[in-house]
């Protein structure tokens, strides 16, 4: 069974920085894309960076500038840097992949989304 572990929430001032990581764990036979989501209280779950396998990230328009995602395929992780947070960053930030298993002598690609960590910016 493949898990995520995600670490490095918080709360912080407006400003401030946090780094999250996210480890896959399981018998995996390769990753794919890996990125990160938030959702806050009351609102959908919105994207906000994903990186390719070979590294060509994309994010959302709201934090360009200020986020990047990075990843290290052989230990199976991805990041996230956040700098010059601000209050509307507040949510929880769940980390997903797409990782591909070993069934028999069948490979398949499900998505796995961690639990989520927790991120506060105050004012």
Avoid at 83 to 99: F, G, H, W
Wanted: proline fraction near 2%; glycine fraction near 12%.
């Amino acid at each position: 069974q493949v898990q995520l572990a995600e670490s490095g929430g918080g709360s912080v001032h407006t400003g401030g920085s946090l780094r999250l990581s996210c480890e896959a764990s399981g018998v995996i036979f390769g990753i794919n894309d890996m990125g990160w989501y938030r959702q806050a209280p009351g609102k959908q779950r919105e994207l906000v960076a994903t990186t390719t396998k070979g590294g060509t990230a994309n994010y959302a328009d709201s934090v360009k500038g200020r986020f990047t995602i990075s990843r290290d395929n052989a230990k199976d992780s991805v990041f996230l840097q956040m700098n010059n947070l601000k209050p509307e960053d507040t949510a929880v930030y769940l980390c997903t992949m797409a990782v591909s298993v070993m069934s028999g002598d069948i490979v398949h690609e499900m998505d796995i989304w961690g639990q989520g960590t927790q991120v506060t910016v105050s004012s």
